[in-house]
């Protein structure tokens, strides 16, 4: 106690080095939450939705966005592509990028997933 009756706390330097390091850590951390929040509502705000964290999460594993989408939706590539009214080897050449699906496919493919279309048209 300090002689005017304040709590006192004593600790090696090495745990107050520890705290400091942790309480930097979390400042950090809110900083990146708040530029996160800041960016998916302006996101949001332009009326589009944003990818679910799984989707996200096996796309940042090198999982291509339509692979990540119909996997996140728990469906193989056949119930998918029957769903789409394709055949499965066309969605294995979409989903390896070695084919471009047509306007009217996509739209397909965007309707058995239950996503919008903007998440699985390639960018131009």
């Not at 006192?8 to 996160?36: G, K, N, P, Q, T």
């Not at 339509?66 to 998918?80: C, D, F, N, P």
Request: no cysteine; aromatic share 4%; net charge negative.
């Amino acid at each position: 106690m300090t002689p005017g009756g304040e709590e006192m706390v004593i600790m090696s330097r090495a745990e107050f080095d520890r705290l400091a390091a942790l309480a930097s850590e979390a400042e950090e951390m809110a900083d990146d939450i708040a530029v996160y929040d800041a960016r998916k509502a302006a996101f949001a705000a332009q009326g589009r939705m944003v990818l679910p964290a799984e989707v996200s999460a096996l796309i940042l594993k090198g999982k291509g966005v339509l692979t990540a989408i119909r996997k996140w939706r728990g469906l193989t590539q056949v119930e998918l592509a029957k769903a789409a009214g394709i055949e499965q080897p066309y969605l294995s050449a979409l989903e390896n990028k070695t084919r471009r699906g047509t306007d009217e496919t996509l739209a397909a493919l965007a309707k058995a997933l239950d996503v919008p279309v903007d998440w699985i048209t390639p960018a131009a």
